[in-house]
């Protein structure tokens, strides 16, 4: 008999974003989901994917592209966000399989956006913040950023801060330290 694997999704979102204010009527929207798969039995990183996003309240503003790399030209040329969700679903298995983010930010994005757009929400209840694990397992006072905790994890940051799929993979890298260390649930 086969044993099931135990795999996670690690997602990171990137949304449209301003210095200071946004523009009358602009609200940010997910603009990039990027998703690692992650198996937790065997402690490996499995596949990188991303998911563009075409935003319909927003643009990308300059601000936004320095920050993530994205424009305005590559983020039309994405799915809807409704779409994306269906994607997260469909291919990766979002409403069962547990999945985590660096905080609670992508996860209250996702249910914004998802009530705002009437778009049914993609996951499941299954969601860890790495980003309090990580803390709570190095016994840190402050809750650092995903770049800062690789520093601390001594690993490097790989590919680009503020890409969604680079985050995501990197993010995974740290989910896999803690469940190296078993400090990772087990559900």
């Known amino acids: 008999m086969e044993i099931p ?20 009527g602009a609200v940010s929207e997910i603009i990039e989901i990027g998703l690692t798969v992650v198996d937790l039995d065997r402690r490996e990183r499995l596949a990188k994917h991303r998911i563009l996003v075409r935003p319909r309240r927003s643009t ?12 305005q030209a590559e983020v039309d040329t994405g799915v809807e966000f409704a779409a994306a969700c269906r994607l997260l679903v469909d291919e990766h298995r979002a409403d069962s ?12 994005q996702f249910e914004r956006q998802c009530r705002a757009t009437g778009t049914r929400y ?26 800062e905790a690789l ?9 680009r801060h503020h890409s969604g799929a ?8 740290l989910v896999l330290e803690l469940a190296g260390d078993g400090e990772w649930p087990e559900a």
Request: net charge positive; glycine share 10%; with cysteine.
């Open 5 to 24: 694997q135990r795999l996670l999704n690690v997602v990171d979102v990137e949304a449209t974003c301003w210095e200071g204010q946004p523009p009358p």
């Open 60 to 71: 990308v503003s300059a601000f936004c592209t320095e920050l993530t790399g994205l424009t």
């Open 97 to 108: 399989r547990p999945w985590a983010s660096w905080g609670d930010y992508d996860r209250k």
């Open 122 to 147: 993609p996951f499941g209840r299954r969601h860890t913040n790495v980003k309090l694990r990580f803390t709570e397992a190095r016994g840190l006072r402050r809750r650092p950023g995903m770049a």
């Open 151 to 159: 520093g601390i994890a001594g690993m490097p940051l790989e590919g």
């Open 166 to 173: 680079d985050d995501a993979w990197n993010i995974a890298a």
